[in-house]
């Protein structure tokens, strides 16, 4: 692919000219940046008052060195360089990439590449190249072995904070807080990441079944999560504090606290510059009303299409400016903000598509407090719009108010019998309200519209399972059947009816 070679260029550029890379190449950069402003706050809340104290850091799994450089430069701006910054990591392939998740295969890339990357000992040179040219090897010091043989190596209360970020199968999460714990000192933190939902918001059951996984998908909320990370940190804890999938806890005394640290406003979330500027431009949405949108830096960039190729990269200020200035280019720190921006200059402002694109672009920053209004004032002047009813029923399901939320999602259904998203809304509704057998009926409504959907019939073939419905488990079956004939539900559901497994390997 185009996009694929102008990566692998990069890549070799930075390589070749002193510059860290984290791109898609090999995965470079794991979890989701915004946590690392989470990761630097941290320590500059616990080096106020700390009197010219050197601060410690380990962290259990490195990879190509991401977070160790955010821990590095938040030493060196809040504790003026003092301290360290241990890195645990084996470096070697430690899991079967076939068996991480339940993504579809052609979804599994990521683990081939990373396993490829292991075993070519590749991520581990993109490693020290990376604390290398981040200038920061002298406060960083690799360790290159399991955690399992170099934890006991140090005393009980040698380190400051403690990140937890290896081997996330339930066993090896648990035997690391169980490690870490031993080694944290008073008032310090043991903290990690990909926490996606803690175990209290989950079926017990469901994850005690997966717990050596990587990544699957809940049934109930279809949101993707690592089931040994919940699983080891609520055993080991309870609840704990968290933003965004970094969690951390202090240790005071003989247990362990949450922390007391506010989630940060968009506007006030910085990311480390090595996670920035790093790609190169990339194509996200082709011809979104008459205009690509590209990522580059850390900035979407419209550009009408009429412009023809532009190359991002050579171009200077003053064009940008005469090319914005002329509507030609629309500039978004998000893609939605982009999005939004290009339909306010092309909707007259008291349309109603106007105020739904308002609505939904804040929903995606989590905003939907106040997209709600926006999203009214919208179905006010267009009632019988199913796209707002919807979108207006996910705002209230958010903000905990189901009982509006549901009217919203029948009135979008009145409209438009086959939004199957609506659908899957009204089964989630009543889950969590208990109402499982109505659950279930919307969700073969859903299948019926959608039969392609993983989550979906997953969802479908767990709660009917879970029901003994034979209809739901007989239709969750049959869509496996083309779709994904090796998912792992489907041994369970042919056992439900009462069918013989059928072998399915190297099936097409």
């Known amino acids: 692919m185009l996009m694929d070679s102008i990566e692998d260029r990069y890549y070799s550029y930075c390589m070749s000219n002193n510059k860290p890379y984290f791109g898609k190449v090999m995965w470079a950069l794991q979890g989701l940046p915004i946590r690392h402003a989470y990761m630097e706050r941290l320590v500059e809340a616990q080096c106020r008052d700390r009197g010219g104290r050197p601060f410690h850091i380990l962290e259990i799994g490195s990879w190509a060195g991401g977070s160790a450089i955010t821990w590095a ?36 890339a990521v683990y081939r590449e990373m ?45 400051d904070l403690v990140f937890v970020d290896g ?50 998908a809940d049934p109930k909320t279809k949101e993707r999560f690592h089931p ?21 806890m202090r240790k005071q005394g003989s247990g362990w606290h949450q922390v007391d640290f506010p989630r940060l406003p968009p506007d006030q979330v910085e990311l480390p510059k090595h996670l920035t500027c790093q790609s190169p ?19 979407h960039y419209a550009l009408a299409q009429a412009l023809g190729p532009v190359d991002l990269t050579k171009m200077e200020e003053k064009s940008l400016e005469k090319i914005q200035a002329a509507g030609f280019c629309v500039v978004g720190k998000s893609l939605e903000e982009t999005e939004c921006r290009i339909d306010q200059r092309l909707v007259p402002e008291e349309h109603p598509d106007k105020h739904l694109s308002k609505g939904v672009a804040l929903m995606r920053q989590g905003r939907f407090g106040q997209a709600v209004p926006a999203l009214l004032r919208a179905i006010e002047m267009k009632p019988h719009d199913p796209a707002i009813r919807n979108s207006l029923g996910i705002a209230l399901y958010k903000l905990g108010n189901h ?77 496996f059947a083309v779709t994904d004939p090796n998912h792992p539900l489907t041994r369970e559901l042919r056992e439900a009816l009462g069918e013989s497994p059928v072998a399915t390997e190297g099936a097409v």
């Not at 938040?74 to 990439?97: H, M, S, T």
């Not at 590749?122 to 960083?140: A, C, G, Q, T």
């Not at 011809?287 to 990522?295: A, E, F, L, P």
């Open 73 to 108: 430069e938040a030493i060196k701006k809040f504790n003026k360089g003092k301290g360290q910054v241990v890195c645990i990591d084996p470096w070697k392939l430690y899991f079967d990439p076939t068996k991480c998740s339940d993504l579809p295969q052609d979804q599994q």
């Open 115 to 159: 396993a490829e990357a292991l075993s070519s000992r590749k991520i581990f040179d993109l490693f020290l190249h990376n604390i290398r040219v981040s200038k920061h090897e002298d406060i960083i010091l690799p360790f290159k072995g399991s955690s399992d043989n170099i934890l006991p190596l140090f005393g009980d209360g040698r380190f």
């Open 167 to 216: 081997d996330h199968s339930y066993a090896s999460v648990l035997k690391d807080l169980r490690g870490a714990g031993r080694i944290v000192c008073e008032g310090g933190l043991l903290c990690g990441d990909d926490l996606e939902l803690q175990l209290s918001q989950l079926d017990g059951e469901y994850v005690q079944l997966h717990k050596e996984r990587d990544y699957i």
């Open 228 to 248: 040994g990370v919940s699983l080891a940190v609520g055993e080991y804890f309870g609840e704990v504090s968290v933003w965004e999938g970094f969690w951390a």
């Open 281 to 299: 431009p990339e194509l996200v949405k082709e011809n979104y009303r008459g205009y690509n949108i590209v990522h580059y830096l850390d900035r």
């Open 403 to 479: 009982a509006e939320a549901e009217q919203s999602f029948r009135a979008a259904l009145r409209e438009a019998p086959d939004n199957a998203d609506a659908w899957v809304s009204l089964s989630n509704i009543c889950c969590e309200q208990g109402r499982y057998t109505e659950a279930v009926e919307y969700l073969k409504e859903a299948a019926s519209l959608d039969p392609r959907d993983a989550e979906l019939i997953t969802a479908l073939g767990t709660l009917g399972l879970n029901l003994k419905d034979e209809e739901a488990i007989r239709r969750s079956l049959q869509c």
